[in-house]
């Protein structure tokens, strides 16, 4: 019986994987593919870590699997919004179908408020130009 479980969860496990490679493939911009190659590739690797937990039995070997599970878990959304985030500020094009930016205000209003702290450093207290250095 644990043969089949161990079969069906590495099928399932390699279906994921299969449908994060081809949505890196397919998927029209960096924010999106990244999304596909983070939950897709990480519910496929935790469910085949699954499978080699059940199906060696063995306290070392379960606890190593459960481990590979958390680090998955805990380091693949960070490590896409990391990435997502650079993508972004690096000035990737978002799909011409991206309905919503909800970074492209704070973006304005980021250089908004740089531009007026460089100015401001720029003029003395009465409003003055200063001479450069």
């Not at 449908?19 to 890196?24: D, E, K, L, S, W």
């Not at 493939?25 to 080699?52: C, E, F, N, Q, Y």
């Not at 680090?71 to 991206?98: D, M, N, S």
């Amino acid at each position: 019986m644990t043969d089949y479980l161990t079969a069906a969860l590495v099928l399932a496990g390699g279906m994921f994987g299969f449908i994060a490679a081809v949505g890196m493939l397919r998927l029209p911009d960096t924010i999106t593919r990244m999304h596909a190659s983070t939950k897709a590739g990480t519910l496929g690797a935790g469910l085949i870590m699954v499978a080699v937990a059940i199906h060696f039995t063995e306290v070392g070997i379960t606890l190593r699997a459960a481990a590979a599970i958390l680090f998955l878990l805990l380091t693949a959304p960070v490590a896409a919004h990391v990435i997502g985030r650079a993508a972004y500020r690096g000035g990737i094009k978002l799909w011409e179908r991206t309905w919503v930016d909800e970074l492209a205000s704070a973006r304005r209003e980021a250089d908004e408020a740089g531009d007026a702290a460089e100015t401001a450093a720029r003029t003395d207290k009465n409003g003055h130009a200063s001479p450069e250095n």
